[in-house]
C-alpha cells in the first residue's frame, strides 16, 4: 500500500493527501454535529466562503516562495477595500470605481513594501509591519473613521457569480504567470538560491519588487471580495488589520508545503477550504472565540509539521 | 597566436579580504582537449574557474576566448560567450522542474508576447536528455523528484546541450557513482572529439592522467606549471602540488616513539544511520589518531559521534572515567573539544568578535568570583592572551571573525579549545583550504599539545599530512573502518589509497 503510494506522481500524491485532509476535516465535525453541518449544500457555502481568502493567499505566494514575508496583509485589505468603496460611491464610478481602485491601491501598497524592503535592506517581515501602522492610517483618514458601506446594488462579486468568476480569473492569471512566465520560474529560482539565480543573470531585486506588486494586486482582488461579501469595512488601527493577515497565510502555507509535489495552486484553494471547513465547524459547534483560536492555532502547527520535512539538524529561524 | 590555443588566462589575480587567491596566473588552453587543473585546497582552482565562468568577478588580468577579450557578469553571460561549468555541490534549483533548470536564463528562446511556451521547452528539454541517453528523467517532473545522481546529470545538459567552447567540470566526479562517472566520461569525450574543450578539475589524480591530456597545477594562488598527461607520473603530480620536499619542521619528525597505553577515550560499536557503521577504536593518551578517506566514507561524522553531535547514534563513546558522551555538553564539561570541517557554518560565529568567539565555551569561568556575572576584564584577558598563544593575525581581539582569512579563523578556533584546556581534539580537517605557513604553524601546534600529553584525532582527506602527523591512521570506507597503518617512515599515500578505494 504505502509502496503504491511511493510510486505515483509527486502530483497525484498530493492530491491524494489534500483531499483526505478534505474528507478528515469534515468526517471529524459531521460527527460532533451532524445536523448542523456538512450538508452539500453547505460545503458550496463554506467553499465560496474560502474562495475571498484563497485569492489573497495565492498572491501571497508569489512573495512567500521568494522566501519573503507580508504583515501588511490585512493593512493592504482595509485600505484597498477603502479606496475601491469611495471610487465606487463617492465618484460614482461604480464597479469599474471599485474593482480598479481595489486592485490599483494593492499593487501600489505592494509596490511600497517591495521598493522599502529592497531598498533599505532590511528583512521583508519589519519593513511590511511598519508599513503596516501607516497604510492602516491611510485608511482611517479616508474614511473619517467612518465605516464605508457598499450599496447593495454594487456587492454582484458578493454572491454567486460574480464572486466564482473573479476568483477563477484570479487563479488563472496566477496560474498563467507561474507556469508560462520567465517571473514564475524565476520567483522559485530566487526562493530555491539567491545567489545561483543572481549567476543567471537574473535581477533579483527586480523580481522582488514584481512579486509584491503583483501580490498586492491580488489583495486587492481579496478587498473586492471582502467588503462585496461582507458589505462593509471599517478601518482600524493599531495594528488590529493583522488578523486579516491568519487566513491567507495559512493557505499559502498550503501552497509551500505541496510545491514539491507541482501542485501549489491546486493546494492553496484545496487548503483554504479545508481551513474554512474547520471553521464552520467551530461555528456549527458554537464553541467559544478563544477555544477556536487555540485549536486553530494547533491545527496550524500540526498540518505544517505534517506537511513539511526538516532535514534533521537542519536551522529553522 | 597559435591556431590552436582556445583560451590564454593572463595575470589573472583575486583577493578575499586579505587573502590572496590567486597571483598573477598566465597559462594557455587549447582547442580539443582535456585540460585538467589540480593543487590542494585553497590552491586557487575553483576562485580561476569560478571568475571564467562569471560566479565571481575578475578583479585583475584579462581572458582571451578565441582571440576576443572576455569579461562574463555571471553565468548565463559566461554560457553566452559559449562557457559553461558543472559545479562542485548541487547545481540545479529546487522547486522548478526539470526544464526549467536546463533552460533557467536562457527563456528568451521560448517566449512570445512575454508568454512563454512551457509545452515547447518541456519538448526541447525530453528531446536533449534522449538525446543524452537520459530516457528516465522527464523534462516537466519537478527537479526534486530526482535524486542527487540524476540530478547532476540534468546538470550535464544545462551546461553542454548548446556545443559551448569551454565546459569547466568542477571536481563533480566524487559525487558520482561508477555509472554516472563514466558517463560524464563519455561526455568529455564528446566535447573534446568536436574541437571544444573541457577544464577538468579533480583530485582523483590517477583519474586526472587518464582522463586529461594536459595538466596544469596550482599551489597557494600561483601557477607552477603547464605538463602534458602522458609525460608525467602521479608521484611527480603530488610533488609539484604540494611544492617541497616534507622536512622535519613542517610536520612531525619523530618516529618510533612509543603511544602510551592509557586509553583516554575508547568508542565502540558506534553506528550513525547511513553514514557509518559499528566503528570502534581506542585512543591512547598523547596519541595523534588520524582517519582518512573518500570525503564521503563517513570519516568526517566519526567527529561528531565522538562530540555527541550526531543524530540517532548507536553504541558507546566513553571517557577514561567512565563518563559516557551522548551530547555536546556533557563532551565540552568533560573536556573534549571538536572543530568542524565547515568552518564558517559550524565552528566559528561569523559576526561576532575573536574575543567572544575565544570565549564562548569558557564563559563559565570567566565571572566575577564564583558569582554567574560576566567579568569583561577576565574575558578581554582570557582571549587575549590565548589569541596571541595562537599568533592569530589581527589588529586586536574586537576585530570580527568575518574579516579573516580562513587559516586565522582556524586558529581563533583553536585558540578556544585550548583556552578551554581541553585535553581531547578532535580536529576535522584543520588545514583545509590554509596557506602552506599557516599549515605549519598548526602543525607545530599540534606536535606540541602531543607533547603535553593531549590526545588528538584528526580527520582528514589530505594523505599526506596525515601520514607526517599521526601516529597511528584508520582508513574509513563506506562508512566501516577498512585498515589501520601505523606511523613509520617507509608508509606512503598508495598503501593507504589501497584501502580507501
Redesign the interface.
Known amino acids: 500500500m504505502i509502496d503504491r503510494f511511493n510510486q505515483l506522481?509527486?502530483a497525484n500524491k498530493g492530491y491524494i493527501v489534500l483531499t483526505a485532509l478534505v474528507f478528515l476535516s469534515w468526517l471529524i465535525f459531521k460527527i460532533l454535529t451532524p445536523d448542523n453541518f456538512g450538508s452539500p449544500s453547505n460545503l458550496v457555502a463554506y467553499f465560496q466562503a474560502s474562495l475571498i481568502t484563497t485569492v489573497g493567499a495565492i498572491g501571497f505566494y508569489f512573495v512567500m516562495?521568494m522566501g519573503m514575508f507580508d504583515f501588511s496583509i490585512g493593512a493592504n485589505i482595509i485600505l484597498s477595500a477603502i479606496v475601491g468603496c469611495q471610487l465606487a460611491t463617492n465618484f460614482d464610478l461604480g464597479y469599474a470605481g471599485l474593482i480598479l481602485g481595489s486592485i490599483a491601491t494593492g499593487a501600489l501598497v505592494g509596490l511600497c513594501n517591495g521598493f522599502f524592503y529592497v531598498k533599505l535592506r532590511i528583512p521583508s517581515m519589519i519593513v511590511t509591519a511598519g508599513l503596516a501602522l501607516i497604510y492602516e492610517s491611510i485608511a482611517n483618514y479616508m474614511a473619517g473613521g467612518v465605516e464605508q458601506t457598499l450599496p447593495s446594488s454594487l456587492r454582484a462579486f458578493g454572491q454567486m457569480p460574480g464572486n466564482i468568476i473573479l476568483a477563477i480569473v484570479t487563479f488563472i492569471i496566477a496560474y498563467?504567470v507561474l507556469?508560462?512566465?520567465?517571473f514564475g520560474?524565476y520567483t522559485?529560482?530566487i526562493?530555491?538560491?539567491e545567489f545561483?539565480?543572481?549567476?543567471?543573470?537574473?535581477n533579483v531585486d527586480k523580481f522582488k519588487v514584481l512579486a509584491f506588486i503583483l501580490s498586492g494586486a491580488f489583495f486587492g482582488a481579496m478587498a473586492v471580495l471582502t467588503i462585496s461579501y461582507g458589505s462593509s469595512m471599517v478601518a482600524v488601527t493599531g495594528m488590529a488589520s493583522m488578523s486579516r493577515n491568519f487566513i491567507p497565510t495559512m493557505g499559502c502555507f498550503f501552497g509551500l508545503a505541496f510545491?514539491?509535489?507541482?501542485i501549489p495552486l491546486q493546494a492553496i484553494i484545496l487548503g483554504e477550504f479545508i481551513v474554512n471547513i474547520i471553521f464552520f465547524g467551530f461555528i456549527s459547534l458554537g464553541a467559544p472565540t478563544a477555544i477556536q483560536d487555540v485549536i486553530t492555532g494547533f491545527a496550524l502547527l500540526i498540518i505544517i509539521t505534517l506537511t513539511t520535512k526538516v532535514t534533521?539538524?537542519e536551522i529553522v529561524k | 597566436m597559435s591556431e590552436d590555443i582556445r583560451l590564454q588566462v593572463s595575470h589573472i589575480s583575486k583577493t578575499f579580504g586579505i587573502t590572496k587567491a590567486l597571483k598573477d596566473v598566465s597559462f594557455n588552453i587549447n582547442k580539443g582537449e582535456v585540460h585538467a587543473l589540480i593543487g590542494e585546497n585553497g590552491s586557487g582552482k575553483s576562485t580561476l574557474t569560478n571568475m571564467l565562468t562569471?560566479?565571481y568577478p575578475m578583479e585583475s588580468g584579462t581572458f582571451t576566448l578565441d582571440g576576443v577579450q572576455i569579461h562574463p557578469?555571471?553565468?548565463?553571460?559566461a554560457n553566452n560567450l559559449g562557457v559553461s561549468i558543472i559545479v562542485q555541490e548541487l547545481?540545479t534549483?529546487?522547486?522548478?522542474?526539470v526544464a526549467?533548470n536546463i533552460f533557467?536564463?536562457h527563456?528568451d528562446r521560448f517566449?512570445k508576447f512575454?508568454?512563454?511556451?512551457?509545452h515547447a521547452m518541456n519538448a526541447e528539454a525530453d528531446r536533449l536528455l534522449q538525446r543524452y541517453g537520459f530516457n528516465n528523467i522527464k523534462a516537466s517532473?519537478?527537479v526534486?523528484?530526482y535524486n542527487f545522481e540524476d540530478r547532476k546529470l540534468v546538470e550535464i545538459v544545462k551546461a553542454t546541450y548548446f556545443n559551448p567552447k569551454i565546459v569547466v567540470i568542477d571536481e563533480t566526479t566524487t559525487a558520482l557513482s561508477q555509472e554516472g562517472r563514466e558517463v560524464l566520461y563519455k561526455q568529455m569525450e564528446a566535447i573534446r572529439a568536436a574541437g571544444n574543450t573541457v577544464i577538468f578539475i579533480s583530485h582523483d589524480l590517477p583519474e586526472v592522467i587518464a582522463k586529461s591530456q594536459t595538466i596544469t597545477i596550482l599551489r597557494d594562488g600561483v601557477y607552477i606549471d603547464t605538463i602534458k598527461s602522458a609525460d608525467v607520473t602521479e608521484d611527480q603530480l603530488k610533488k609539484l602540488m604540494v611544492g617541497r620536499e616534507v622536512t622535519g619542521d613542517y610536520y612531525r619528525s619523530d618516529y618510533g616513539e612509543k603511544i602510551s597505553e592509557e586509553v583516554v577515550l575508547s568508542v565502540r560499536h558506534v553506528t550513525v544511520p547511513g553514514i557509518i557503521e559499528d566503528v570502534s577504536f581506542d585512543l591512547h593518551k598523547g596519541e595523534i589518531l588520524g582517519f582518512g578517506g573518500l570525503s564521503e566514507s563517513g570519516m568526517h561524522e566519526v567527529g561528531k559521534a565522538i562530540f555527541g553531535a550526531s543524530?540517532?547514534r548507536e553504541g558507546e563513546v566513553k571517557l577514561q572515567d567512565g563518563t559516557a558522551i551522548n551530547d555536546i555538553p556533557t563532551a565540552i564539561k568533560h573536556s573534549v573539544a571538536y572543530t568542524s570541517k565547515d568552518r564558517d557554518n559550524e565552528s566559528v560565529v561569523i559576526n561576532q568578535s575573536i574575543r567572544d568567539n575565544v570565549a564562548l565555551p569558557s564563559l563559565d569561568r570567566l565571572t566575577y568570583g564564583s558569582s554567574r556575572f560576566l567579568s569583561w576584564p577576565r574575558i578581554k584577558e582570557f582571549a587575549q592572551k590565548f589569541a596571541h598563544e595562537m599568533s592569530v593575525k589581527m589588529v586586536n581581539t574586537d576585530q570580527f571573525v568575518s574579516e579573516l582569512s580562513g587559516g586565522n579563523k582556524q586558529k581563533v578556533v583553536l585558540a578556544r579549545w585550548i583556552g578551554r584546556g581541553s585535553d581531547i581534539v578532535v580536529l576535522d580537517s584543520p588545514t583545509r583550504g590554509i596557506d602552506i605557513k599557516v599549515k605549519q604553524d598548526i602543525y607545530q601546534l599540534m606536535n606540541r599539545m602531543r607533547q603535553e600529553g593531549k590526545s588528538i584525532i584528526m580527520i582528514s582527506e589530505e594523505l599526506m599530512e596525515l601520514i607526517g602527523m599521526c601516529d597511528r591512521i584508520i582508513i574509513m570506507k563506506d562508512g566501516k573502518i577498512s585498515g589501520e597503518a601505523p606511523r613509520s617512515r617507509e608508509l606512503d599515500e598508495n598503501s593507504l589509497i589501497s584501502m580507501m578505494v
Open positions: 506522481s509527486g516562495d498563467v507556469n508560462y512566465t520567465k520560474t522559485y529560482a526562493g530555491s538560491d545561483v539565480a543572481k549567476n543567471m543573470g537574473i510545491m514539491k509535489y507541482g534533521k539538524g | 562569471g560566479i557578469k555571471n553565468q548565463v553571460d547545481g534549483l529546487s522547486g522548478l522542474t526549467e533557467l536564463g527563456e517566449m512575454g508568454f512563454r511556451n512551457t517532473n519537478m526534486d523528484d543524530y540517532d
